[in-house]
């Protein structure tokens, strides 16, 4: 029986950085590929997440899905494989963007989504006529996607599960890579084979992988009265059309919707207008966030700092406005250009890319372009700075007593992530204090640590 080991990579660097969160959830791209594996395969599953690679594992097809950062490490896997006459099969959004680098590390490659072409591959390499480049013409539909293989779920994450009802975005923001991978058109899956898969999960929380919930606002609607009579917790991500819409809010929090992730990314209405992103109105923001609330749903703000329209002020000005609003969860990125998205070409056209070590492009403890209106420390100084006071104990006491929305799990979470980086080793650095704003030196005391 031939064997396939699949690989869900994550290099040493980016564990690192997710160690911090005290939410890490389980990848689904491996788990559901296994279940389009043709009858006859032994397969197995590594996520470096959770699982050291078995080196001396005798498998005919190696196959590994990773993101940007992680691609170096990716590499060396593939290559260290590949020295032993295995057969390697690389894939992910990495590879899309970058297929021609990819390509030298791998026996085979797979641009955009896999679903047809990976059953094609595996049944080619049975008689060893498989082809080095897949990239199918069209998207695939999801019309008949098989539930994910959950046997090959390996992380401990506290949830139940994770599945995905859409796939893509309507948006094209300029940094965003989702409009490049899915070739901007967004699909759904049948509401009944999502109630199904969903329902199949034995526990209570579950995770949407969804890149946005609320790309179609009805099919959003009519898969929240599908679920709701399963009584489940669910999360997941959305573009701030989800809180302009009371019924949406009311059939998500109906079906059992705790948290949405809200794609905010700046308080800067240039920045977002700049981006692509001008529906993302920075004037209707706290009415939107108290809209959600007020449906009984928590708000986790995707925050990204590093757009051109931002100053120094950016840091404080963001953490003022998250605890104002009530904000139960924040995630603060560093603007990242992965290849291939409009931002990337502007950059590199205006030769404001300071580095191509992909390993560098994580978003959280690197910048890789020349920021206009600060330098690269101050950038990384005021992410720290906005974590440090987001996960302050006075800033939680005030965060989730002006909206304590879901505060049964979210003050525990808030809490968890304070403890976190009072027990790590690395001490608040030197360089986040310089650069927050001076109004706040006073209130910050080196006992809270980097994110990281
Ligand atoms: S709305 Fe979100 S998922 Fe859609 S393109 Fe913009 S950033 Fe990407």
Redesign the pocket.
Known sequence: MPKLALITCSAPEIQKLRRARVLNFQQITMPYLAARVPTGWDVIHFDEETDAIDWDIQADVVGITFHTPSAPHAYAIADRFRARQVCVALGGPHVTLMPAEASAHADAIFIGEAEGVWEEFLTRFETRSFRRVYQRADVPSLEKIPMARRDLFHRRDGTSGALFATR??????D?????VMYRRTPRRRPIDQVAAEYASFKGRVIIFWD??IA?DLQYAKNLFRAIAPYRKWWSS?A?IHAGHDEEFLELAARSGCKQLFL?L?SISQASMTRA??G?NRVDEYARVIARIHSHGIAVQAGIVFGFDQDTPDIFKDTLDFLEAAGVQNATFNILTPFPGTPLYRQLETEGRILTRDWRKYNSRGDVVYQPKQMRADELLAGLRYANARFYSLPSIAKRLARSPVQIGWTLPLNLAYAFQWWNTTEKFPRGAHEHAPKSERHNERPIFNDLF
Do not use: L, M, Y
Request: net charge neutral.
């Open positions: 893509g975005c309507p948006f094209q923001c940094f965003c890579t989702v409009a890149d946005n790309g991500q573009s794609g990314e692509r992103k529906f």
